[in-house]
């Protein structure tokens, strides 16, 4: 199940390379409902890097 999750990941990294987007934009995750405390970490970084990404010096 790991490989396939990987393999997935993977493919969404090369569409959106084929889209001639920013890899920086992207970020893909498999959280379980049972995993909260791992979904509000994920969060609060992507929400970090994309103020990060976007906010002016």
């Known amino acids: 199940m790991i490989g396939k ?3 997935r990941k993977e ?3 090369d569409l ?3 889209l001639d987007a ?3 934009h992207v970020n893909l995750d498999w959280i379980s ?8 970490e994920v969060m609060t970084e ?4 994309v103020k ?3 906010m002016s010096p």
């Open 5 to 7: 999750l990987k393999e």
């Open 11 to 13: 493919d969404a990294k």
């Open 16 to 18: 959106w390379r084929m």
């Open 22 to 24: 920013d890899i920086k």
């Open 33 to 40: 409902a049972s995993e909260g405390e791992k979904f509000v």
């Open 46 to 49: 992507f929400v970090y890097k």
């Open 52 to 54: 990060g990404l976007y």
